[in-house]
Each structure stands twice: as structure tokens, then as C-alpha cells.
């Protein structure tokens, strides 16, 4: 992880990361998981509000990221100014 992701993580922040398609709630390995290239940063707090999910692993550790289905972001209304590299 970079210093600067590092530094949202250490915030309580993790990535979410768009996937092209629909995984319908499964299990994706990052070697095999076909990125949109959006990735939008949310506080552990309100992804729990949203997200039926838990967010920390088996040793209690927060997780730094969670792919979610193409077209979640537009549902949970994060719009294009809030991706991370966005020019707005």
C-alpha cells in the first residue's frame, strides 16, 4: 500500500473498488477481478450503514478494500467528483 492510502486506511477509510459485470455477492480474488478503473474511499462507519459486509478479517483488522458490482456506486449516489483521480 502507498503512503497516501495508507494514510486514508489508517483513518478508518477503505477502498471501494468497481468491478466490470456482476459477481452477485461472491468472492473475487484480486488476480482475477476486472476492474472499471473507479475506486471511491469510505469511511468503515457509513460502508457498514450501506453494506451487508463485514470489514474486518478473522484477527479483527479492518480490510483496506472491497470490490463491489458494476453500478453500486451510481445506486449508493457516489458521483464521478468523488473517484479517486477525478479532475472536479
Do not use: W
Not at 462507519?45 to 450501506?50: F, P, R, V
Not at 478473522?58 to 449508493?76: E, N, Q, R, S
Not at 457516489?78 to 479517486?84: L, S
Amino acid at each position: 500500500m502507498c503512503e497516501d492510502h495508507k494514510h486514508i486506511y489508517d483513518q478508518d477509510f477503505i477502498a471501494l473498488v468497481e468491478l466490470s459485470g456482476e459477481y452477485g455477492g461472491n468472492t473475487v480474488k484480486q488476480e482475477h477481478a476486472n476492474r472499471t478503473g473507479r475506486i471511491a474511499f469510505m469511511h468503515v462507519n457509513k460502508a457498514s450503514e450501506i453494506f451487508d459486509a463485514s470489514f474486518h478479517d478473522k484477527d479483527g483488522k479492518l480490510i483496506p478494500l472491497m470490490f463491489v458490482d458494476d453500478g453500486v456506486f451510481d445506486k449508493i449516489g457516489i458521483t464521478a467528483d468523488k473517484f479517486e483521480g477525478s479532475e472536479s
